[in-house]
T-cell receptor
Framework: GAGVSQSPSNKVTEKGKDVELRCDPISGHTALYWYRQSLGQGLEFLIYFQGNSAPDKSGLPSDRFSAERTGGSVSTLTIQRTQQEDSAVYLC????????????FGDGTRLSIL | DQQVKQNSPSLSVQEGRISILNCDYTNSMFDYFLWYKKYPAEGPTFLISISSIKDKNEDGRFTVFLNKSAKHLSLHIVPSQPGDSAVYFCAASARTDSWGKLQFGAGTQVVVTP
């Protein structure tokens, strides 16, 4: 497709389970970003990829969070041993990687931890 | 530490009138600023951006103004239309900080009334 695609769109899981969220960026975009939006909050940066490497992981809230990107395209964000505070909308964005170029967002994955 | 602030959580405006959304920032290293619009259950959609070398950028009904000395930017929507009802996020990035990583404000809910 033409835009950023994320799956699943909704995920409900029990506390303590692992979850994997997927992002398929716009074709040709070398930069990929993960953000999350908790209820009533703004968007919070999690991690940035340039190609397959992640120069900035500073926003990952704990070591239960990890992400990878393969083939310079699809990225997965994994949350291990989920906690209730992980409930949020997880948003992926991609860009050309050039400065002064906007990021384009997917519709997000709404994650609910019971 | 909230580096981008949108102090008005909501704004109500009549159709046809001007909507003015405000955003303040604290980090003097920010040199690229963006506005995004978000509908419920969708990802943010890029609206308009401005580089720090400019003080105004216009695109159709949308104009962004940047006052670097005051660390303030604003978005003007003229004329406002019912379809403009959404949450608007201000975002900023610094060339020196992880190439395009965005810091977001908390958003302003705009309601355009007939």
């Amino acid at each position: 497709g033409a835009g950023v695609s994320q799956s699943p769109s909704n995920k409900v899981t029990e506390k303590g389970k692992d979850v994997e969220l997927r992002c398929d960026p716009i074709s040709g975009h070398t930069a990929l970003y993960w953000y999350r939006q908790s209820l009533g909050q703004g968007l919070e940066f999690l991690i940035y990829f340039q190609g397959n490497s992640a120069p900035d992981k500073s926003g990952l809230p704990s070591d239960r969070f990890s992400a990878e990107r393969t083939g310079g395209s699809v990225s997965t964000l994994t949350i291990q041993r989920t906690q209730q505070e992980d409930s949020a909308v997880y948003l992926c964005a991609s860009s050309t990687g050039q400065f002064n170029q906007p990021q384009h967002f997917g519709d997000g994955t709404r994650l609910s931890i019971l | 530490d909230q580096q981008v602030k949108q102090n008005s959580p909501s704004l109500s405006v009549q159709e046809g009138r001007i909507s003015i959304l405000n955003c303040d920032y604290t980090n003097s290293m920010f040199d690229y600023f963006l506005w995004y619009k978000k509908y419920p259950a969708e990802g943010p959609t890029f609206l308009i951006s401005i580089s720090s070398i400019k003080d105004k950028n216009e695109d159709g009904r949308f104009t962004v103004f940047l006052n670097k000395s005051a660390k303030h930017l604003s978005l003007h929507i003229v004329p406002s239309q019912p379809g403009d009802s959404a949450v608007y996020f201000c975002a900023a990035s610094a060339r020196t900080d992880s190439w395009g990583k965005l810091q977001f404000g908390a958003g302003t809910q705009v309601v355009v009334t007939p």
